[in-house]
């Protein structure tokens, strides 16, 4: 049980942070050293420009083909992996032993529990990889030797980070929930036994005293 309790709590957080993670644009940040006072913050659904004055500007990207292909593939996979976490939870939650859901059927129970454990696993794929490539086309367009030294480059954002540990404790949460499952038990209850009329016995242990015998006695 406390596999599970704990399991269910990682996928949780994980499930939020992948949506927050999702929709936040930090995934890449710019400082230009022309003009200090603005920070270019990029998502993947608009680009943000924060000032001194603490005044923040954002703009949707505008159209979806002219995102580079890291983006338009981080959308599907990350909208793709809020969906999966989503119903990994619910799936995992119907499985718990804590809830009186299929409690007359355990091998029910088992399977659901099993089946939100992968499905959460699967929602931690989908996050690490779009979090992972992003970070990775970063990482050589910083250092791209082709670039003069003068043109500001991106680097790594807050959602970057956030989305890694998002994507490791929907995985780590659905390993235990996955694992617990195994461990459940799956006996079905046993059929109440036929009950029988209890028989008298008499002083001796084994001698029946039967109704019409005792109406002999004077």
């Known amino acids: ?128 990889v779009p979090i992972s490539w992003v970070a990775y086309n970063t990482v050589l367009d910083f250092w791209d030797e082709t670039v003069p030294d003068i043109v500001p480059r991106w680097e790594f954002g807050e959602a970057t980070f956030l989305g890694w540990f998002a994507g490791a404790f929907l995985a780590a949460g659905g390993l235990l929930l996955a694992c617990s499952a195994r461990s459940t038990r799956t006996a079905t209850p046993l059929a109440p036994a036929c009950r029988q009329a209890p028989a008298a016995r008499g002083p001796a242990g084994g001698h029946h005293l039967h109704p019409k015998n005792a109406d002999l006695v004077i």
Do not use: Y
Request: with cysteine.
């Open 1 to 128: 049980a406390k596999a599970q309790v704990g399991g269910m709590l990682l996928a949780l957080l994980g499930w939020v942070s992948s949506c927050v993670t999702t929709f936040v644009p930090l995934w890449k940040n710019l400082n230009l050293d022309l003009n200090e006072l603005e920070v270019w913050n990029m998502g993947l659904w608009q680009v943000c420009i924060t000032q001194e004055e603490g005044v923040v500007e954002c703009q949707a990207h505008g159209s979806f083909l002219a995102l580079p292909p890291e983006l338009r593939i981080s959308r599907l996979l990350m909208c793709l992996s809020n969906g999966l976490g989503l119903l990994g939870c619910l799936l995992a939650a119907l499985g718990l032993e804590g809830w009186r859901t299929c409690e007359d059927k355990p091998g029910r129970k088992r399977r659901l529990l099993l089946a939100g454990g992968v499905t959460l696993g699967m929602a931690g794929i989908t996050t690490l």
